[in-house]
């Protein structure tokens, strides 16, 4: 074994290590993190030999240097709008940015460009992001409609600028998808309280807006006129297999839930290990995001730095609720309207078979499935997931027809639309 090699082994070593050391004050979790550590070995395997191969040429101060690199360099993330706050019916503050249409003197070449000559109408679309994610997971499609239609771009409870859940945080009370749905709806009532709504919702934004729909469907039926699904799921998530063997997935299942709510109590803990860990959990996370092999490194660092700003407690705190999500009946509540459902065919996280399950429950929506790419399809193949969602609105009646959005913010040179 090569000095590289057997350094990033003993990294993913370290990570069952740090479990080990944040499970092993309860007795009662020892024999769990001995089961866990051989699950996330698994997991770690596939990363750690992408990290020994890099290892063999990239040191680690060099590595740091670029990651500081594409950080400063990289414009992802960097677009704001105007703020707001809205609050949860637990009193929860939830952040927002809005961004409005800009007046006939702006860059009115580039409307043309995207919608045609008429202005659009006054609809809102209001983007949801998925967990362990901020509104910046958005960039690329904000950017593209930016100043064309007025948007809305919020912060789930307890990610990004959001206040941690009160709920949560002060009575302990478990976090569910119907919460999602709830803190949604406050953050409409604030920032859209009339007008026509487009609903777009990622992974577990998407759950969010099917819990909106459970709860509120005459908000649907009235206000709603589009809603576009991505990489998201009706319900079944227990049966993901993340792309591992059964042994593994198996080891998984039984014990994550128990782990990650001890790390939960020992963050600061787990926190300092995740960064000694750098480089193994990039690997992972970019293993679990992305599909193709040429993504822009400042995409993929983009991504890292959002999941790693998701405190391990709130990872801790919002895994569970995935199991118990099943919304598949509120799917009825978007039969009447123009529906995209996209996913990219090399999603680990929510298989696209999800999608093709809930695009079977509406046959009238559009199902696109996007080749090469994974779970931030929006951010791996963002020309793909704006050309439709700009399709969408036309066919909500929202913009004129013969709207597209060719070629915007590829950042791979596989990209190619659906």
Not at 108 to 135: D, E, I, N
Not at 181 to 198: Q, S, W
Request: with cysteine; glycine share 12%.
């Amino acid at each position: 074994m090569s000095e590289s090699s057997a350094e990033a082994v003993a990294e993913a070593a370290s990570a069952a290590v740090a479990v080990a050391s944040a499970t092993g004050a309860a007795g009662g979790w020892r024999r769990a993190t001995g089961i866990a550590g051989a699950a996330i070995g698994v997991i770690a395997a596939g990363a750690a030999a992408g990290v020994a191969v890099e290892r063999m040429t990239v040191g680690r101060a060099m590595r740091a240097k670029a990651r500081l690199a594409l950080d400063a360099a990289g414009p992802y993330g960097a677009l704001r709008g105007t703020p707001g706050k809205a609050v949860a019916d637990d009193g929860t503050e939830l952040y927002y940015e809005v961004d409005d249409v800009e007046p006939q003197g702006g860059p009115a070449g580039r409307r043309r460009r995207l919608f045609g000559r008429k202005a659009p109408l006054p609809v809102t679309v209001v983007f949801s992001h998925g967990y362990c994610l901020t509104q910046d997971s958005w960039h690329f499609q904000r950017a593209a409609l930016r100043g064309v239609v007025r948007t809305v771009h919020w912060d789930q409870r307890s990610h990004g600028r959001s206040a941690r859940g009160a709920a949560q945080l002060d009575d302990g009370v478990p976090l569910t998808i119907d919460q999602l749905g709830r803190d949604l709806k406050a953050v409409i009532d604030t920032a859209a309280p009339e007008g026509p709504i487009v609903l777009v919702g990622h992974s577990m934004g998407g759950m969010t807006v099917m819990a909106l729909a459970a709860q509120y469907p005459e908000f649907i039926r009235d206000r709603v006129v589009a809603t576009a699904f991505v990489g998201t799921s009706s319900g079944r998530l227990g049966e993901v297999n993340f792309g591992l063997p059964v042994a593994g997935v198996n080891a998984v299942r039984r014990v994550l839930p128990g782990v990650l709510k001890a790390l939960g109590q020992q963050a600061a803990l787990v926190e300092k290990g995740r960064r000694a860990t750098a480089d193994l959990f990039a690997g992972i996370i970019k293993r679990y995001s992305f599909a193709s092999r040429d993504v822009d490194p400042a995409v993929a660092r983009f991504a890292e730095r959002m999941i790693e700003g998701t405190p391990i407690d709130v990872v801790a705190e919002f895994y569970p609720a995935f199991t118990d999500h099943d919304k598949t009946e509120a799917l009825t509540h978007f039969a009447d309207m123009p529906v995209l459902v996209l996913a990219g065919i090399g999603d680990l996280v929510t298989p696209s078979e999800h999608s093709e399950a809930i695009a079977d429950l509406l046959p009238d929506a559009e199902l696109v499935l996007v080749p090469d790419a994974g779970h931030l399809v929006m951010l791996e193949h963002p020309e793909v997931v704006t050309d439709r969602l700009a399709d969408l609105l036309t066919r909500a009646g929202a913009v004129p027809a013969g709207a597209t959005v060719g070629g915007y913010g590829s950042t791979s040179s596989t990209a190619r639309p659906g």
